[in-house]
């Protein structure tokens, strides 16, 4: 880390705090969800070991989030209320995350290509002046490394049939364009100004670059060829993210949120008279 460091929130200057405090909650959010979208295939995955995979990467996504959304207390947020009170268009999560994987293949582009993408938002907040995150990044690193070995895996096994490749090449696309889309547009304002202010060590189109160099040869070993390297070894999408209707805030290319079933269940609706802190 270099320059001053920050210890709390009301450390920050007001707009690096504000940014600060969405690009949280956004993290908490798709964390959230995607434990939820894990915890789907604990029954429902092709083998024992991959239910048990996705039990325990629901758990470490839950208590990702759990942190985060403790986190911003700090930020003069009340965590109960974002966790159990809020409206589905609310949620600032990637559509991605709005309705369960239907298929194994969805399930392994949410793992793959939309977890990859959260951590490396958090591989660029290792280093973070603002300590609070500084200091839990690198435990959650070190979870977050067997959900990207999965996921690899996964497509490694698939990719050796002509019917699995055309299965995830179907999953992958519109999880894939989501993804592109997530880090923000080249010049995003919010990522220049965390960036410039050492909060993280890449703005969007840096994120975005690094994603790619994780995940397109992954993909390209078994013949999905969503992203080429060109002659300088540089990892390179096959189409451009679509900015239409593009929503800053949310970090999504739609309107919308987690579905009734989802919502219910994220909020812990059913059990509400049981909720504790």
């Not at 559509?95 to 490396?120: Q, Y």
């Not at 739609?254 to 579905?259: F, H, M, N």
Request: glycine letters at 10%; aromatic letters at 8%; one cysteine or more.
């Amino acid at each position: 880390m270099t320059g001053e460091k920050y210890a709390k929130a009301s450390d920050l200057p007001a707009e690096l705090r504000d940014r600060l405090g969405a690009l949280v909650l956004v993290l908490a959010d798709n964390k959230r969800l995607l434990g939820m979208r894990y915890s789907d295939w604990i029954l429902g995955a092709p083998a024992l070991e991959a239910g048990i995979a996705c039990s325990a990467m629901a758990q470490d996504e839950w208590g990702h989030g759990r942190i985060l959304y403790a986190m911003l207390r700090d930020f003069g947020e009340d965590p109960g209320q974002l966790e159990h009170e809020r409206s589905s268009s609310e949620y600032r999560n990637m559509e991605s995350l709005d309705a369960p994987a239907r298929s194994w293949p969805d399930l392994l582009a949410l793992n793959l290509l939309l977890d990859t993408a959260l951590s490396v938002q958090f591989e660029a907040m290792a280093e973070s002046r603002f300590e609070p995150l500084h200091y839990k990044v690198s435990k959650l690193l070190d979870e977050e490394r067997f959900h990207f070995e999965h996921g690899r895996g996964w497509v490694a096994r698939l990719g050796g049939t002509a019917a699995g490749r055309e299965a995830m090449q179907r999953a992958f696309v519109p999880v894939w364009e989501a993804c592109l889309r997530w880090f923000g547009p080249p010049g995003d304002a919010a990522g220049l100004v965390l960036c410039q202010e050492a909060i993280t060590d890449r703005d969007a189109a840096g994120l975005r670059a690094r994603w790619l160099e994780r995940v397109g040869p992954v993909l390209a070993s078994v013949g999905l060829e969503f992203a080429e390297a060109d002659s300088s070894g540089v990892w390179r999408s096959r189409v451009e993210p679509d900015w239409d209707g593009w929503d800053p805030e949310a970090r999504r290319g739609s309107e919308g949120g987690p579905d009734p079933d989802t919502l219910a269940r994220v909020r812990g609706d059913k059990n509400r008279p049981l909720l504790m802190d």
